[in-house]
């Protein structure tokens, strides 16, 4: 089991910035990876970001290229989502996710095991 909990969440204004942070616990040694995805009112989930649990790899969504940064601090298992040029329009509850295992891709929600509860992210224009 891998318990994930989200944080950072808020209200910001668009061109600004926040951090999302996602702390996992339980059995971390057995994780793949782990991405960031996203769900606005109306909308199907969709793939944000993701990291290789232990190579450090990335991914990005091509929405958020060059704006957005994952990355993971080793000796607290915790991921981070630096989002900066924030857009009206990445508005979403985001979720932590983690991945047991390689399923062919990384950037689809059913390639995960584990999901967090979600952080609302909401950008003014």
């Known amino acids: 089991q891998v318990q994930l909990v989200e944080s950072g969440g808020g209200l910001v204004q668009a061109g600004g910035s926040l951090r999302l942070s996602c702390a996992a616990s339980g059995c971390t040694a057995g994780i793949y990876a782990m991405g960031w995805f996203r769900q606005a009112p109306g909308k199907e989930r969709e793939f944000v970001a993701a990291i290789l649990w232990r190579y450090l790899s990335t991914n990005y969504a091509d929405s958020v290229k060059g704006r957005f940064t994952i990355s993971r601090a080793n000796a607290i298992n915790t991921v981070y989502l630096q989002m900066n040029s924030l857009k009206a329009e990445d508005t979403a509850v985001y979720y932590c996710?983690?991945?047991?295992?390689?399923?062919?891709?990384?950037?689809?929600?059913?390639?995960?095991?584990?999901w967090g509860q979600g952080t609302q992210v909401t950008v003014s224009s």
């Open positions: 996710a983690a991945a047991l295992s390689f399923q062919g891709t990384i950037t689809i929600a059913r390639a995960y095991d584990y």
